[in-house]
């Protein structure tokens, strides 16, 4: 019998006649077995998310009142995990981890049993039984295939699980990873905390991110903040542009394969651009205002950084330009000398921008994802059009901007990708004559696992 046919008949057959009857007496008796077994196992943790198998469909690893724990001394394995085709999967008394993350041992389908209330006992060997295509129900967690190839499950330093485990040729290979779902060891009485005040900011102005947790030995938050491995604390950050910090901080339980549980927490500090700066002649001297308070100004690239908000203009006639940095943007004054007569221009900073996505969690590729966006520090349409603006999706043009319209230094509009999202995607505006074409801003639209809980 092909291994097509195999599964097919297995399914077929299973499903109507055997799921029916067994899994609401082994809803009431495995399902009671596993809560106690849950709250007399000392010393474990709860393995919690969902593995993947083609023929067997999803895998979950906990529920309200069952689940898979993992000794931290010895790194055992034990109790139930749910399938809604094949119903129990216990793991056996072998089934473990090893001082280097490596899992070995059994997990076993209870439906293989003729009794599988009690999960053991004699193989089902009847016409609509797993046994009846030559499966015993086991799921070996390492091994070698019958082509010689390894296979396997391990278990990183942060506690996921990566690989896979065998089912047989019935039954094919389970993932333990993947895009949208995973399996890991968490700990109970690990929490992480983390806040931004203000949640929004001009350029140049700082955001305090504050954070806490418990059950943690150390946390740590990415994009290069100094948290000193502090379990607590507040810091201060600057962003240029509009930033998502992660806290990650790491469990104070460390098991025997080494890995210690890790829990994280977000936080976005979103970052305006600064107003367009205009240049006023004063006398002598020009001021630059936009809701800064001091500038670093060079003219001709001389008298290096002064900090003011006047600088000198320079005294013979002909053609100059000053240039300002301010809260990270810079922005260039034209100031044009004829005769001892100094005439001022509109002064613009490097061009800054945002972008929205609605909805940014899709649980299907065929919604469509509505764009907004806006592209600040240009005086004309003509400078717009000139910088070649678009929006990107995953880094690949989607959209020209070149018809859009300016309104006081804004240019705004929308777009939507019919096309959807098969994949987490980042969409992003950029101008590619500018900045060096890098991202204005970006927004990440995930999308949303599909899990059948039974």
Known sequence: MSHNKVIKRFFSRRVGLMMV????????TIVGTSYIYRAEAANTLPVKGYAWSQYLGWIKFDGSNYGV???????NLSGYAWSPNIGWIKFLSSATVNSSGDLSGYAQACSAFSNPTACSGALNTNSAGPSSTGWDGRISLSGTATDNSTY????????NWSGYAWGSDNVGAISTSGSTYGVKVVASNLTASLS????????GQTSTLTWSSTGASSCTIDNSVDTANNTSGSVSVTPANTTTYTLTCVSNQTLKGGCQPTATAEATVTVGGA??????QTGSNYTATAGYSTYQWTIDNVASSITTDSVPIPTSNGSHSASVVAGGNTATCPIVIVGGTTSSNSCQINPTGTITAAPNR??????PIEIAWSVQGYNTLSEFKTADCGIYKNNILVKSLTDASVDTCNATGTYTDSNGIKEQTDYSVRCTKANGGASLADVIVNIQPQFTEF
């Open 21 to 28: 009857a067994s899994v609401v007496v082994m809803v009431a």
């Open 69 to 75: 724990l993992e000794n931290v001394s010895t790194g």
């Open 152 to 159: 396997g499950v391990t278990q990183d330093s942060t506690c």
């Open 196 to 203: 931004a005040s203000p949640t929004s900011i001009s350029a």
């Open 275 to 280: 107003s367009a700066l205009s240049c006023t």
């Open 362 to 367: 899709v649980s299907s590729s065929a919604i």
